[in-house]
């Protein structure tokens, strides 16, 4: 895919300023929010810079969405959603589970994007050319999903407690309560794990298209199924149902379908 060098060039011009504020003394937050804490730290703020420049010099007639510097249309078709440091709390915590989450999108439409971990050195993509891992320098290895088959038998990772609401809390819980193993607070680094086949599903709400676009194109190149709790697209973000094959998801949708936001 013609994209796929330009993605990786905007995950590489991304990694340095990202590293540079992260488990930095006296790193501090600003409050996004007046609701619950909300935070943006200068690494979120530098980082989505490194990612808009590389856009401006390989892409220049595309459109760009990132979540600290909002929307710059473009003349292409092709637009650009960048989540500079999904895991903002992490980040903060000093906790290796954010990631730079960046996807290009075309009329609805995924068509490649990446999860990135600087700090541990990993990278996920996808595109139609299939799902990938590479951990520095090391060849690419094809991502695949699991096969589980019963949601008794299924690992679930999610962001909860500390984002949604207490519907979506429920709704959460009701699949849950049906898995063999539940896992909290993994961010983005939780779809990554999926699209390696480590786990199976990922339950999550209140999403927004920058927290979830990059995701998407990674875990559908390795065979899982995404979409909102209503069985829509998962594009625009909301509440999020992603498994590792359409069993699974069939099975947990049906459980979260009276929790779906209507």
Partial sequence: MEMLPALHAMADAARAPA?????????????KSDVNFDPVTEGDRATEAAIRAKIAELRPKDGILGEEY????????ITWIIDPIDGTRAYLCGAPTWGVLIAAVQHGSVLCGVIDQPYIGERFWGSSEGAFWQKNAT??????????QSLADARIMTTFPEVGTPNDRAGFEAVAQRTQLTRY?????????????QIDVVVEA?????????????????????TTWDGSSAVSGGQILAAANKRLHQEALDILAPFAAG
Avoid: W
Wanted: hydrophobic fraction near 40%; include cysteine; glycine fraction near 16%.
């Fill in 19 to 31: 590293l540079q504020f992260f488990r930095s003394e006296g790193l501090s937050a600003d409050n």
């Fill in 70 to 77: 909002g929307a710059d249309d473009g003349s292409s078709g």
């Fill in 139 to 148: 060849a690419p290895v094809r991502l695949k999903t699991r096969h589980t």
């Fill in 185 to 197: 607070g993994m961010d983005c680094y939780a779809y990554a794990l999926l699209a390696a086949g």
């Fill in 206 to 226: 209140g999403l927004e298209s920058y927290d979830i676009a990059g995701p998407i194109a990674v875990m559908e190149a390795a065979g899982g199924v995404v």
